[in-house]
């Protein structure tokens, strides 16, 4: 069992479904799109921008460019970590 980090408690995996072929989209051609996305995601291994392991410097470097852009202050322009994220939307 592991522990998730953002809130202590612990926790676990457990798959809805067998492989993502089990995903029942009810015909809606938007559930397809999300299926294949799935599908490409474990194909891939979880490199869906391609083979080499996702880097955030771009990113970063967008952020920051389009916040000075729109007059935004320097010091809100970074990249928030997953946790921060979680721990400012998700925890009370």
Request: aromatic share 10%.
């Amino acid at each position: 069992m592991l522990k998730l980090i953002v809130t202590g408690r612990k926790s676990r995996f457990l798959p809805l479904l067998p492989s993502w072929e089990a995903f029942d989209t009810h015909g809606v051609p938007e559930l397809e799109d999300v299926k294949l996305m799935f599908a490409f995601t474990q194909i891939t291994g979880g490199r869906y921008f391609g083979p080499e392991p996702s880097e955030s410097r771009t990113a970063m470097e967008l952020k920051k460019t389009t916040g000075l852009t729109l007059g935004r202050s320097e010091q809100g322009q970074h990249l928030v970590k997953t946790k921060e994220w979680f721990q400012t939307q998700w925890v009370s």
